[in-house]
């Protein structure tokens, strides 16, 4: 009793800090909404926004009914942090309507540099599912390299412009590339192994643990799958 008296004052203390923090996921989706209708932006309601979105809603419900549970607040950055991205990228395109390219370049470039880092959640959710830990001690530096990768990609999203820092398929090309090239396409090139390596790893992690675990936990593993094939169709018309 006196252990979990304190712990359930601490956490009634907190619930109005984390419904201010969870508001943030509709107030930055609705912002997007209003801004890409005004810039004429399309990618909003594309089907790869809309499973990042039901991922945030997903992290939301899971930090309300257990706030100290790692998995409801990653999955809760991927819908926020997709929101803020795709925000500043409809911001970006209203500029350009508006012939201020300088502005519009920064913004893109920091809509992508968000964008960039946020898809190395996935594997990082994956390597913590369902539990909220790594399947062993090993995988910690693992995951350390999950979140590396995801710092290098945003990196390169920033220093050149387009996701991951892919000037290829840039909108607009970021103000630092010609100040700091060729640094932003050597770590452009280590992102994209790091994202290789960390899919192919978060995915080992998955079968490890699934073979280790009892039929409660295999049932959460299936249902793993299958919400990930449904992220993998949001993302099959997006570059």
Do not use: C
């Not at 929101?83 to 500043?88: L, P």
């Amino acid at each position: 009793m006196s252990v979990s008296g304190p712990r359930t004052a601490d956490a009634a203390g907190s619930r109005p800090l984390i419904w201010l923090i969870l508001s943030l996921l509709p107030l930055t989706l609705i912002a997007a909404i209003v801004i890409a209708m005004r810039s004429g932006y399309a990618g909003l309601l594309s089907p790869w926004m809309i499973t990042f979105i039901w991922v945030g809603l997903t992290g939301a419900l899971i930090v309300l009914r257990r706030p100290g549970h790692p998995l409801g607040w990653l999955l809760f950055s991927v819908g926020l942090f997709t929101n803020i991205g795709v925000f500043t990228i409809t911001v970006a395109s209203g500029l350009v309507g508006e012939g201020r390219m300088t502005a519009a370049a920064w913004a893109d470039a920091a809509g992508n540099s968000l964008l960039t880092g946020i898809i190395l959640m996935i594997p990082a959710i994956l390597i913590l599912f369902p539990d909220g830990a790594p399947p062993s001690r090993a995988w910690r530096w693992f995951l350390s390299v999950v979140f590396l990768t995801a710092l290098l990609g945003s990196a390169a999203a920033l220093l050149n412009g387009g996701w991951g820092g892919d000037i290829e398929q840039a909108m607009l090309v970021s103000p630092l590339r010609a100040r700091t090239a060729p640094i932003g396409d050597v770590i452009s090139q280590i992102f994209f192994i790091g994202l290789a390596i960390s899919m192919i790893g978060a995915a080992l992690s998955v079968l490890l643990r699934f073979r280790r675990s009892r039929e409660l936990e295999r049932r959460q593993i299936k249902w793993l799958a299958v919400a990930g094939s449904v992220e993998a169709f949001g993302h099959a018309d997006h570059p």
